[in-house]
């Protein structure tokens, strides 16, 4: 019998969503940050970069500033006002020590409860290989959402002025193989393909399929895969890492 996903957590108000490119969420879990932003929760986006590599008949001066654009009117369709990015270089971030300390200075100034960040495993299952930027993202983001709470780790940030933050609860990780929570996506699927569908210039590079069958069809597959495991509930996935 297949194990039933729990209801996410949702005594919580603000929550921190890390990733690596622009459309990272949009793919994950936009439809999960709809419904708690309908809510009255706080979501603020923070991106390592600006995508400026992910197009290649785009030159990446162009192109960021693109992506950047695409992505702040994507965060605005599910109620995201909040959007930063590391301008860490596309393609090429490196997991280490200034990745952690640039996503600990994030959690320190947000002090959120929630922190979502995208899959860190080696693959999306099988053998569909997963890039080496979400990989080190996603890991980061874990190493991170303790150290932010730590005053000897990066005591640097201290003296910046950002106190140490131990108040992440949870660390959410969209789009495992291995999820144990999910969000009813129901409320917030047609906001989610809208969302995605404002990543257009990224999309008609990718496919030549109609970008709005193509959104809709991905999104809705994904949420309607979740549903045997969630009352049957069209849903959005996570793994989730208490603290």
């Known amino acids: 019998m297949t194990d039933q996903?729990?209801?996410?957590?949702?005594?919580?108000?603000?929550?921190?969503?890390v990733v690596a490119h622009p459309d990272d969420l949009e793919y994950g879990c936009a439809a999960a940050v709809a419904a708690w932003t309908d809510g009255g929760r706080e979501v603020t986006y923070l991106l390592a970069t600006r995508g400026e590599a992910g197009i290649d008949g785009i030159d990446p001066a162009t192109c960021a500033p693109l992506r950047e654009r695409e992505q702040r009117a994507s965060a605005a369709v599910v109620g995201v006002s909040a959007v930063e990015f590391l301008d860490h270089r596309d393609g090429v971030i490196e997991y280490g020590t200034a990745l952690r300390r640039d996503i600990a200075a994030a959690i320190r100034r947000h002090r959120p409860e929630l922190v979502i960040t995208l899959n860190h495993r080696d693959t999306w299952g099988g053998v569909a290989w997963n890039t080496p930027d979400h990989r080190a993202v996603g890991r980061a983001t874990l190493d991170a959402a303790g150290e932010a709470g730590n005053r000897w780790i990066f005591p640097e940030l201290t003296e910046q002025g950002l106190q140490p933050w131990g108040g992440v609860r949870w660390v959410a990780v969209a789009g495992t193989v291995s999820p144990t929570h999910a969000v009813d996506a129901t409320p917030g699927?047609?906001?989610?393909?809208r969302s995605l569908l404002e990543h257009r210039s990224y999309i008609e590079a990718l496919t030549d399929e109609d970008p709005e069958?193509?959104?809709?069809?991905?999104?809705?597959g994904n949420?309607?895969?979740?549903a045997a495991r969630f009352g049957g509930k069209p849903a959005v996935t996570f793994e989730v890492f208490p603290r």
């Open 5 to 17: 996903l729990q209801p996410m957590p949702t005594d919580w108000q603000r929550a921190l969503a």
């Open 189 to 193: 699927l047609e906001r989610s393909v």
């Open 223 to 226: 949420a309607q895969a979740a």
């Open 213 to 220: 069958k193509y959104c809709r069809t991905f999104l809705t």
